[in-house]
């Protein structure tokens, strides 16, 4: 008799499986509501990783830019001599310049032609941090040679899959015939949907305008346990105007403020999972709204019978708890699997990330929670005096 009288009776589990379609539909309203914010934020998310891609790749410390820079779509140049410059600093070890332009790679399949992000280096110079592309630059020194990105959009055409059958794999670029020497992987961005890597005697022949001793990028080295800030400080105060010194992490961050502030893309996927959080609130407010009115007078028979209307409100919260619980599931293994979907899809770094995973839930549980205790006021109205 102990053991009975010990036990509760899960009183909000009951109310919600009272009625079984009546929770299907919340649960898929909540679902559809989590997987809306899990792909809005997750899109949104990927435009400032991918904008990045190819600027985590950099084997540098600082980074050399124009001031009219201000994203990967919109470089401008600067003298090299600035670049030179900067090796007066006792702690600067190393440079690279590099040439960043945007040109038109026909593809060697169907012929159509489609922007591809090209960077030119000495060959001799680092410039990534992976090896691999390291050991393949020495196959740049000869004029027309380039490294092709096998993680480049499908409408590039079948490049990695030829070369690594073994033919001899050939495009335009800008109008001149190049051959692809070597595969490296780095991925497409939201500025540019492949990427190639060639020497600067190649590039400047694919850009003739450009002018003479001008780059768009250059790379600075600096010696181990060397204060990557105070060496931008100096550099600052030695170097003219007409050129602007970052950290690595500065660069990414300029990057990734350009399409966060600049552009409506950031502002329009986070209104999209604002609207779900919103869809998700009507959709749960209604479910459990017409429960308490549903149950009103069995509520007032409970209040009769003694229990205070705090313990009935509590009732109402762990109804919101247990659909913000089983809405949150689906729409996490839906979001997984949509994730997988659109990377193989665009080859874009979507991928589940435990921040954005946190981040969800609590919008769910809030969404929840906050219409649970709008629907709570309406058990004001269960008064006994009405039953009785």
């Not at 190639?196 to 010696?223: A, M, Q």
């Not at 609130?281 to 205070?308: F, N």
């Not at 589940?352 to 649970?372: E, K, N, P």
Request: net charge neutral; charged share 20%.
């Amino acid at each position: 008799m102990s053991l009975w009288q010990g036990r509760r009776i899960p009183l909000a589990w009951l109310l919600l499986t009272r009625q079984p379609m009546r929770l299907a539909v919340a649960l898929a309203g909540i679902t559809f509501a989590g997987i809306l914010m899990f792909m809005q934020l997750g899109f949104r998310d990927a435009l400032f990783d991918s904008s990045v891609t190819v600027h985590k790749l950099f084997d540098t410390d600082l980074v050399l830019l124009s001031p009219r820079s201000k994203s990967s779509i919109s470089m401008t140049g600067f003298p090299e001599r600035r670049l030179v410059q900067a090796k007066a600093d006792p702690d600067v070890t190393g440079i690279t310049p590099v040439h960043w332009n945007l040109l038109l790679w026909r593809n060697p399949q169907t012929k159509g032609t489609r922007s591809i992000l090209a960077l030119g280096f000495e060959p001799g110079d680092p410039l990534f941090l992976d090896p691999a592309v390291t050991a393949l630059a020495p196959r740049l020194t000869q004029k027309g040679r380039v490294l092709f990105d096998d993680l480049s959009r499908d409408e590039f055409g079948p490049v990695a899959k030829w070369f690594r059958e073994g033919r001899v794999v050939e495009s335009e670029v800008a109008g001149k015939r190049l051959r692809v020497a070597g595969l490296f992987s780095s991925g497409p961005s939201f500025g540019a949907d492949g990427n190639l890597l060639t020497s600067r005697e190649t590039l400047l022949s694919l850009v003739p305008n450009n002018p003479p001793g001008s780059i768009e990028l250059g790379l600075i080295r600096l010696r181990p346990g060397a204060d990557p800030a105070q060496v931008v400080e100096r550099l600052r105060r030695l170097l003219p105007e007409d050129v602007t010194v970052l950290t690595k992490q500065g660069f990414l961050d300029l990057e990734m403020d350009y399409w966060r502030t600049s552009t409506a893309i950031g502002f329009i996927f986070t209104l999209g999972a604002a609207m779900g959080f919103v869809v998700g609130c009507v959709i749960v407010y209604q479910i459990l709204y017409s429960d308490v009115s549903d149950h009103l007078p069995e509520y007032a028979t409970l209040m009769a019978m003694g229990y205070s209307l705090l313990t009935l409100l509590g009732v109402v919260a762990r109804e919101g708890l247990l659909l913000a619980i089983f809405g949150y599931v689906p729409a996490y293994l839906a979001g997984q699997v949509l994730y997988g979907v659109i990377h193989a899809a665009t080859k874009l770094p979507v991928a589940m990330a435990g921040d954005r995973a946190t981040t969800v839930f609590l919008m769910i549980l809030v969404m929840c929670m906050g219409s649970a205790a709008m629907a709570m006021r309406k058990l004001g109205d269960a008064d006994p005096a009405d039953i009785f």
